[in-house]
């Protein structure tokens, strides 16, 4: 009895470790071919395996578009949240959830560009419904903190609340299109340029 489920558990792991590489897989050509272009055929071929036999692990392109764009989006969310929960200043809250936006540009490059360019088609299908529920949740952070640094006066008081989240988040999935980790900025120094410009656009000048 322990043997099989030491044997069932392994191949738990092993199935779960498949999919996981073929994931791996679709979001790479996610990134070099675009969401669209990339079909289930092309990311059974890149994995090696009939696309038959990659149904028994996702049931449609959807189910990939699905996992690599909720990973991110509630990773985010709890970034977000962690920041709020650590800092106390509003200038501080702001810099590190700058940081917190720009860090994933690598990491979860796959789901920015499949947001930027399906986000708004996705969102209106009912499993997508989480991506605009989300996405209110961190607008309504960011705004909080906004307010927050205008009452106590050190952003600049006719900043709309909504607006640097807005900026932020563009830019973020506008650097997950042209950012390359090998090239003259590593992706520390693309933290740092986008805290000094967003800092500098919205901070007052400490007196």
């Known amino acids: 009895m322990i043997q099989a489920r030491a044997k069932s558990s392994s191949r738990g792991r092993k199935a779960n470790g498949r999919k996981q590489e073929i994931l791996r897989i679709a979001a790479e050509l996610f990134i070099r071919h675009g969401y669209q272009a990339t079909t289930v055929r092309a990311i059974a071929d890149a994995a090696g395996i009939l696309s038959g036999s990659l149904y028994h692990h996702y049931a449609s392109k959807e189910d990939f578009a699905d996992e690599i764009v909720r990973v991110y989006v509630y990773h985010a969310l709890d970034r977000y949240k962690q920041v709020i929960a650590t800092q106390r200043r509003p200038r501080d809250k702001f810099e590190f959830l700058v940081r917190a936006a720009i860090m994933p540009v690598i990491e979860h490059r796959a789901a920015l560009l499949v947001l930027q ?91």
């Open 117 to 207: 360019h399906e986000g708004r088609e996705l969102s209106r299908k009912r499993r997508f419904a989480y991506i605009d529920q989300v996405s209110v949740e961190i607008e309504a952070i960011w705004s909080e903190v906004i307010r927050a640094g205008i009452a106590d006066g050190s952003f600049h008081p006719n900043i709309d609340p909504a607006l640097p989240y807005y900026t932020v988040r563009d830019s973020v999935v506008s650097a997950a299109r042209w950012f390359d980790p090998a090239g003259r900025l590593s992706l520390e120094d693309l933290v740092e340029q986008y805290v000094t410009i967003f800092m500098h656009g919205v901070c007052r000048a400490k007196r």
